[in-house]
């Protein structure tokens, strides 16, 4: 049973930084993709960044390329998203969702299949 447990969300200024954290528990196939979503209120929910859990390698959408990175310790079984100069455009419910690797071995969006609750960011 794959769970999944974000942390980290707050209020902060722009300009500031934010490290969330998704604490994932359960391992199996379907925890080889773990992403970071995000969805602001009437938005479509975007794709942050993901990992590849087996080999670490990870990639993050253009929109905050240059200011997120990801990483995952494994120690923790944790995926962490470090948020760097932030902007009010940031603000949004950051969910962390796992998912099995997809046609080509590929990470997809649609394929995430387990979702954690959520934790709120707001940006001023």
């Known amino acids: 049973h794959v769970q999944l447990v974000e942390s980290g969300g707050g209020s902060v200024q722009a300009g500031r930084s934010l490290r969330l954290s998704c604490e994932v528990s359960?391992?199996?196939?379907?925890?080889?993709?773990i992403g970071w979503f995000r969805q602001a209120p009437g938005k479509e929910r975007e794709e942050v960044a993901h990992i590849y859990a087996r080999n670490g390698r990870s990639d993050v959408a253009d929109s905050v390329k240059g200011r997120f990175t990801v990483s995952q310790d494994n120690a923790k079984n944790s995926l962490n998203l470090q948020m760097n100069s932030l902007e009010p455009e940031d603000s949004a419910m950051y969910h962390c969702a796992s998912g099995p690797l997809g046609t080509g071995g590929i990470c997809h969006t649609t394929d995430y299949k387990y979702w954690g609750q959520g934790t709120q960011v707001t940006v001023s």
């Open positions: 359960g391992i199996t196939e379907g925890t080889n993709c």
